[in-house]
């Protein structure tokens, strides 16, 4: 037995994108479904519409109330539940921050945080642009809360965030979802199913 | 045998739309099978921009040139041919006004006319911005060139097209392709999948 020299899937999303949410509930098991893993990268969109001049979708007329509608209609059309947060867009500094961190020692501990927090949010309204939230929802997955705690008041995690970011947006990263596929960039979660054909055919 | 009361679909495109030519080539087999027809809509996206305040894709950093290649994918992805156009994105008034005039009269010949503009855009490379253009695809469809030429002078067409636009806006159209069923607006080449479901269940 050999290990695979197929390239992970590399998955950017923010904590507070709900179309990120819907794709981080899906995109392990698509991949796992093709041989492949995936890489989880936190990002903030408000460095990426600083770059790009875009706006957070609420604060856009027309698209701003089409798209709470799509964003509810995409979720049952996916079977994920979903539940309008209160507060929305929020930052999400802290929650990324913590990902990191555990992603370098526990990547699977990181992925069941990320999917606690982004579920905490768009399930519970938990407002996760609250460090408090944030260590809650980490200690519930047997992190650390002490240790954790001291790292994300701490400069180097904020600096490790920012260069995760400029890094994204120099492979081209502008949204979230964002997916990378053996260098082809797959945007929305509406792309999933392009992904999925992408994976099974080597391309299209 | 009775009418059906099933609405038809309304259908929100602008000619120099790339999604909404993808959509374009789907939409009436995908209402057809579903028992719906389809009303076809021609708008100006440079109007809604200024609602918006969005801007054509191209124009935006990163955004912009992920599109192109998103475009291509999307079109392998549906099966319907593409070519990258040299002029892109381009005003589309006069096809727009004529396919409103041709619809008024005969919506299967305006049908007919618009699927060529279309594909003469985004197969050939045939800048529809121009009336000549317009003028000769129209032709080819059979349509009285000097009659349509002499509507696509007058003032009556223009305040119609502007009136349509407005309309369009006022029941939250934003971008192209826009399709309501049902009072429900899908937006994107990218929610066809959706739209299926919605006639499959009506509703979900």
Do not use: C
Not at 11 to 29: C, R, T, V, W
Not at 93 to 109: G, S, V
Not at 139 to 155: E, H, K, N, Y
Not at 169 to 189: K, L, Q
């Amino acid at each position: 037995m050999t290990a695979s020299l197929k390239a992970p899937l590399d998955f950017y999303f923010d904590f507070s994108s709900p179309y990120g949410y819907l794709a981080a509930e899906k995109i392990d098991a698509l991949a796992a479904a093709h041989g492949r893993s995936v890489l989880w990268h936190p990002i903030l969109l408000g460095v990426t519409f600083k770059a790009t001049g875009l706006a957070p979708l609420p604060a856009i007329p027309l698209k701003g109330e089409y798209s709470l509608r799509d964003i509810a209609r995409s979720a049952r059309f996916l079977g994920v539940p979903y539940r309008k947060p209160t507060v929305f867009p929020i930052p999400t500094q802290h929650a990324a921050r913590a990902f990191l961190w555990l992603n370098d020692r526990d990547p699977q501990q990181a992925r069941a945080f990320g999917l606690a927090a982004y579920r905490a949010y768009f399930t519970e309204d938990v407002n996760i642009s609250d460090l408090a939230a944030v260590l809650e929802i980490a200690a519930a997955q047997g992190v650390d809360r002490d240790a954790l705690s001291a790292v994300l008041a701490g400069a180097e995690i904020k600096a490790r965030l920012v260069a995760e970011v400029e890094l994204a947006m120099a492979r081209g990263v502008f949204g979230s979802p964002f997916i990378i596929v053996d260098g082809e960039p797959f945007w929305g979660a509406d792309r999933l199913p392009q992904v999925e054909r992408w994976l099974a055919e080597s391309g299209f």
